[in-house]
């Protein structure tokens, strides 16, 4: 016999997919990208995020992210430690460093990358160019040029006794 | 005698680098991270950002994310080809990304990842981390589950010949 709690939780899972893919569709029928996302925390939504790229011409309101921003919001805190996000879609690099940032606990997909890619989202290259040397990038080029006072913001930094870690 | 054409680029790389990096100082000041980008188009400013974590209770309002959002807006369109990102500092991953699917022609920096991590920044582990299969990952676990419906948003989208590529 299976173990109830985790049955429980399984059927939460799904339950919360399945209205991130709604949550998509129904972004498409908007006029917006395929994607869509749902935080989560202690089995009730935080927030929820549509893919706003287009709409807000702002490359990065991508689902997942716009779902975080709202988190953060929503809770009072940058630090989301707790929460599930939920997403239509394997997130991309974007969105998994979000999540990372966002000290995100658990990330749970329904379609993936190659699902992205052949609806021709970018996904793939992305992942490739991202495991090579930024060095070698044609686009975008990668250039350091340390300045003399490079350093400078890092020692206010380490010097503010009252600096909120993040 | 070097090219005089490339000599100008150069100067406007370290003005506008001096200029990140200042951002990034008054930022601190004024009780945020330590980190400032500016995007410049054909020799302008086009916006900046200062890190904005703490400040707004967002995990992805990071200074190059903050200066590509404001870039959007102020451009009219999520496609920032032709600009350049200058940072105070390395980009992480997060911003790398959104560098990526903005379009960003060329990212340039002065400190870097090294800097960053003395000052307790997590770029570091994120880098080894997005390395790893994230089926590994243990914060946040990584977990693909496949619903029903989950490729419909993707099929409306083929579908609908009215949607605008991103």
């Known amino acids: 016999m ?56 702002d490359p990065t309101a991508h689902a997942e992210v716009e779902a975080i921003r709202a988190a953060g919001r929503a809770l009072g805190t940058f630090d989301l430690s707790g929460t599930v996000l939920y ?18 606990e658990r990330v749970v997909f329904a379609a993936n990358k190659h699902d992205a890619a052949a609806a021709g989202f970018d996904d793939s290259a992305f992942y490739e160019l991202l495991a090579t040397d930024r060095a070698s990038w044609s686009m975008p080029r990668v250039e350091e040029r340390r300045t003399a006072d490079a350093a400078e913001p890092f020692l206010l930094w380490a010097r503010d006794e009252g600096r909120i870690r993040y």
Chains 1, 2 share one sequence.
Not at 87 to 104: H, K, Q, Y
């Open 87 to 104: 997403s239509s879609c394997e997130p991309c690099p974007l969105c998994i460093s979000a999540a990372l940032w966002g000290r995100v």
């Open 2 to 57: 299976s173990d109830p709690s985790a049955h429980a939780a399984d059927d939460g899972d799904l339950r919360w997919l399945e209205a991130a893919v709604d949550l998509a569709a129904q972004n498409v029928r908007a006029g917006g990208g395929p994607f869509g996302a749902i935080v989560v925390r202690n089995g009730r939504r935080v927030s929820s995020g549509q893919n706003r790229v287009t709409r807000d011409n």
